[in-house]
Every structure is written in C-alpha cells, then in structure tokens.
C-alpha cells in the first residue's frame, strides 16, 4: 500500500454553537459543525453557490482547551485536519460507518465574513475554503457511468493508510476508507486505473443524504476530485500488492452537478446535494460510537 496522505483544510462559520462533552471512560471530545459556500462557475457560465456542512471533532486534552474559548455560533475558523473513518455495530443491528474530520488545529478567524441563515435555523459563512488533498490505494475497480444529461461520473474506493507510534511505543496502523467521485473530462481520462494502484486526489469534501428503503434518513461524506495524479506502483514504501476490498456504503446520486475551470490536470467539479436544510444534513450524534 503506498503512504498515505490525509490532510483537510476548511474555513467556514460555526453553524451552531460548539459541544463539549465526554464519554463513559472519561475521553474529552469537542464538536462543532464548519459551514460554508462553494462558489462554482457552471457550464450555463452562471455562478452556482454550493452550501457545505462538515462535523469536525478533536479529542483529550486539545479537545478541553478549544471548549475553554468560548466559540458560538456564527464564528469564523480556520480548521486543519485529516478524514477519519469508524465502523460500528447499530443497536438496530448491522455496521455503521461514518466518515468526518478530525481537527488537529483550530483557529478563530480575525475577521468577521459575510453569513447566511439557512432554513434549519444554523448559519454558514458566505464563502470559505473547502479542500482536501488524500493519497491512498483503489480498493475496487473504477465505476463509470453517465448521468441522464451525457456528464461522466466515475466512482473510487480509496484506502488510505495512517501509521503512527503509541505512548507504549508500539506501531500502530489504520485504515481509512473514503469514498472519490470524479465528473466529465477527468472522469473518462481516469477510467483506465485498476484496484490497488496509488493514487493522489486533490478535491472538495461534500455530503450526500438520502433515505433507503426503511425510511430512514442517511448521510455520507465524500471527496469530490478535481485533480487525480496516478502514481508509481511501489512508490513510497509498502507493499505493491492490490488492496483488499473496502466496506461499502450506499451512496445517494448527486442532485446537481456544475464543471469547475482549472488549469491542465484539473478536472470538472459538481456539486453534491445542495443542504439548504441546514443542520437537518449532517450525519445524526452517535454517542456510541467509538473513538
């Protein structure tokens, strides 16, 4: 697998006022939800302004710090981070999965941007930054297919692996699994890539929610690509071999797609659903799942 890469940077308002809470064996953990606006030249040249509602959390005692200053709603930050992925047992019965950003380093902002009400009651900042930049391994064989419309979709299993040393001095390592989508004339140039090979994805981190087949409510997170950089197999170190399949989560249809203008190696961007619902979007409190 080669070495992975996971960095996200988001700037956006505070949606609601922050949560500080712990769970039962005593673990800090620091909640709050960043929203903004991607602004997107569509292919009609009309600006289109694709709202984003992204859950961060930190945990321990940098968790306890940024509870102590005081955030509310409305708040402009800065926040870097990485995509952490967890699986858990429902109480319902079968797996769960979530993928959100956990921060590493949170900012307040100097300057008070421009916000805007949604209808779920919270605010987002008119504007922001949106992007992530993931190396990682495919896990399944590309998916491309075309929407009613003629625009190419070609869908990514991305494996992305983090290795770091515990307190006892033990290596440790996890893999995160995120879920890619690649739009027009990026989606049909990348259509050739084979499960296992590396790749680099430089994107926009979005949600999707839909509901299945019960009724209930879901939501996924995702990257929206608009840069892929195939690499080398064997590049960096780790084994060349393909990765082994990655859950699968259902995945709801993107509701609106719109191209993004970039220079060579830029492919076209979409946006996913348009959560003008506000906080009704993002993925509901799991106070069980584990960290």
């Known amino acids: 697998m080669a070495r992975g890469m996971n960095h996200v940077f988001l700037i956006g308002a505070l949606a609601r006022d922050p949560e500080l809470r712990y769970t039962q064996s005593g673990l800090a953990v620091f909640e709050a939800t960043v929203a903004g606006e991607d602004h997107i030249v569509g292919n009609d040249g009309k600006e289109r302004r694709l709202p984003y509602y992204h859950r961060i ?147 926009r981190l979005m949600n999707e929610s839909w509901t299945d087949k019960d009724g209930n409510k879901r939501s996924s997170t995702k990257v929206e690509a608009t840069r892929v950089e195939a690499l080398s197999r064997g590049a960096g170190t780790g084994s060349t071999a393909a990765t082994p399949a990655a859950p699968r989560q259902a995945t709801g249809s993107a509701a609106y797609s719109a191209p993004f203008t970039g220079g060579a190696g830029m492919g076209n961007r979409s946006g996913g659903l348009d959560i003008d619902q506000g906080l009704n979007d993002i993925p509901p409190e799991e106070d069980d799942m584990p960290f």
């Open 57 to 203: 959390s930190m945990l321990g005692k940098p968790a306890e710090w940024q509870g102590e200053r005081g955030y509310r709603a409305g708040d402009p930050v800065l926040v870097e981070g990485s995509l952490e992925y967890n699986a858990w047992d429902s109480p319902e019965g079968g797996k769960r999965s979530i993928v959100r950003v956990k921060a590493l380093r949170i900012e307040q902002l100097a300057a008070q941007a421009p916000l805007t009400e949604d209808a779920g009651g919270g605010v987002r900042m008119a504007g922001g930054m949106n992007e992530v930049l993931v190396v990682g391994n495919l896990t399944r064989e590309p998916e491309l297919r075309y929407t009613p419309g003629g625009d190419a979709v070609l869908s990514l299993g991305l494996a992305v692996n983090e290795n770091w040393t515990d307190r006892s001095g033990e290596k440790q390592e996890k893999v995160h699994w995120i879920d890619v989508t690649l739009w027009r004339e990026l989606a049909e140039a990348m259509q050739n890539l084979k499960k296992g090979d590396p790749v680099l994805v430089k994107g």
